[in-house]
């Protein structure tokens, strides 16, 4: 047995109170194991927390099929109409995404209804 009942104890205490990688670095020093199995050991207790990617705007990275979801519900169609959208580049699709958002808050202000034959109408609220 690679672990006993106390040292399992005592690496969920010490991960529970600092779930961090340098504690699981420190741990796996001080009782000679890899972080590997520290790890291994703390998931199978079901304490350990996997880290989520930031990007160095300490955001979630969202996909360029992501933005290209929401530019597809911004315009009110469907995703599938901008097939190949995805393709551009990331900064572009974010500018569209911002660009028909504001569309949105717009038309959501002004009450404004796209008719089939193309006419506009509006109403604005004050």
């Known amino acids: 047995m690679n672990y006993t009942e106390d040292s399992t104890a005592y690496i969920v205490n010490k ?3 600092e779930p961090s990688i340098k504690t699981v670095e420190k741990l796996a020093e001080e009782l000679g194991k890899s972080t590997k199995s520290i790890i ?3 998931s199978r207790e079901g304490v350990y927390e996997r880290a989520v990617y930031k990007n160095k705007n300490g955001v ?3 996909t360029k099929a992501e933005i290209c979801i929401n530019i597809a519900e911004n315009l009110g169609i469907e995703a599938e109409m901008l097939v190949g ?3 551009s580049p990331k900064a572009t699709l974010q500018a569209l995404e911002l660009a028909t958002g504001i ?3 717009i038309k959501a202000e002004y009450k404004i209804e796209y008719k089939d034959c193309g006419a506009i109408e509006y109403d604005h609220m004050d």
């Open 15 to 17: 991960y529970a109170n």
């Open 40 to 42: 291994g050991k703390l």
């Open 60 to 62: 979630s990275p969202v």
């Open 85 to 87: 959208l995805e393709k």
């Open 103 to 105: 569309i949105q808050t």
